[in-house]
Nanobody, 115 residues
Framework: VQLQAFGGGLVQAGGSLTLSCATS????????MAWYRQAPEKQREFVAV???????DYADSVKGRFTISRDNTKNMVYLQMNSLKPEDTAVYYC??????????WGQGTLVTVSS
């Protein structure tokens, strides 16, 4: 598996959760990395991106609450999620951020936020 996200779970609104993504060195070193999510009956959407140089950007819906980071020594990407809301409930995936190109999607990790 080239992209494996984990760390999801059930959390109450207002709580925090940290997701992790393990990927291969070839993917990690060559690409900007991002988190995406797909809520039930909705399309997959962009959440956050971190460039190879460490610059970050976020979807408006998560700005100020989520923080993306990467560990270049471990080929890992993280998503720290604070002040979670029920509308953050979704399956979260990591992948590259490279226009229309994506690596094969992993299984993702489910985050459920209860009200």
């Amino acid at each position: 598996v080239q992209l494996q996200a984990f760390g999801g779970g059930l959390v109450q609104a207002g709580g925090s959760l940290t997701l992790s993504c393990a990927t291969s060195r070839s993917i990690f070193n060559a690409n900007n990395m991002a988190w995406y999510r797909q809520a039930p009956e909705k399309q997959r959407e962009f959440v956050a991106v971190i460039t190879r140089g460490g610059s970050t950007d976020y979807a408006d819906s998560v700005k100020g609450r989520f923080t993306i980071s990467r560990d270049n020594t471990k080929n890992m990407v993280y998503l720290q999620m604070n002040s979670l809301k029920p509308e953050d409930t979704a399956v979260y995936y990591c992948n590259v951020r490279a226009g229309a190109f994506f690596a094969p999607w992993g299984q993702g990790t489910l985050v459920t936020v209860s009200s």
